[in-house]
């Protein structure tokens, strides 16, 4: 599946969700269903700077030349985000990754209803994930 499609399927996860406190409550879901992070590698090094809350992010290159990431959170709604970024982001090709015009969050209306601070994070966790995808393509 491509990043472009993976988009599309979270904005139709959310078209049939229309009052905010259901929406938040399946970004809350999204993120209970995050596989956890082992606590090995919640570390100060992989902490995004920029949240106000703690998020760890992680990634590898695999064997087919992918990123794969893999994150936490101690907030239940950041976790809930980085979970649709990682839903979206995760496997595919560094390349990819940069080139991506990632446009979900706006779709499903999250940009207009977050905080300024988590808005401030969610652009610091974009921002990290597309480092490590600029660290692999080299």
Known sequence: M???ESQREVV???EDIEDWMDRYAYIIDLGN???PLPDSLKTPDRLIEGCQSRVWLD???DGEGKVQFRADSD????KGI???LVQVLSGH????ILD????????IGLSEHLSPTRSNGLVAMLRQMRAYAAAYNR
């Open 82 to 84: 980085i979970s649709m």
């Open 100 to 107: 991506a015009d990632l446009h979900f969050i706006k779709d």
């Open 59 to 61: 990634a590898e290159l």
């Open 75 to 78: 907030a239940i709604i950041v």
């Open 33 to 35: 269903m995050l596989d």
């Open 93 to 96: 090709t560094p390349q990819e």
């Open 2 to 4: 491509t990043i472009e």
């Open 12 to 14: 139709e996860q959310f």
